[in-house]
């Protein structure tokens, strides 16, 4: 298991799963909107460069930095450890409490629906 990636540092891990490899100014950039200054957004990749989570690759004086963490894992990884501390690792009281507060849409009641019948087909 990879080291626990925080939440800023996922913010980052976005950024380079929606696109890649990136420069440390081209993070920055697509950044912009968060309001976090240049030094935060390098200490953030260094960290996630020692936990193993992104590569760096040289390219002239700059290093550009791809997802080594694939975001399908880290999804798996987060949704599993949330059911488990929270739910006791099942997912039927997840949906039971989302549904007990009415925030559940129509959209999802039907894709759950279809969810389930593919389940039990197969």
């Known amino acids: 298991m990879m080291s626990q990636i925080s939440e800023a540092e996922a913010v980052v891990m976005d950024v380079l799963w929606r696109n890649h490899p990136l420069g440390a100014d081209e993070v920055v950039a697509a950044l912009a909107d968060r309001d976090w200054a240049e030094p935060t957004i390098k200490t953030l990749l260094n960290r996630l460069l020692t936990k193993g989570a992104i590569s760096a690759s040289r390219d002239g004086r700059r290093y550009r930095y791809s997802p080594v963490l694939q975001r399908q894992a880290w999804v798996a990884e987060q949704s599993e450890g949330f ?19 009415g925030e559940l849409s129509a959209q999802d009641i039907a894709d759950l629906r279809k969810l389930i019948q593919e389940l039990d087909h197969d």
Not at 85 to 95: E, I, K, S, T
């Open 83 to 101: 059911l488990g501390r929270v739910f006791d690792g099942r997912v039927a009281p997840l949906v039971a409490h989302f549904s007990q507060r």
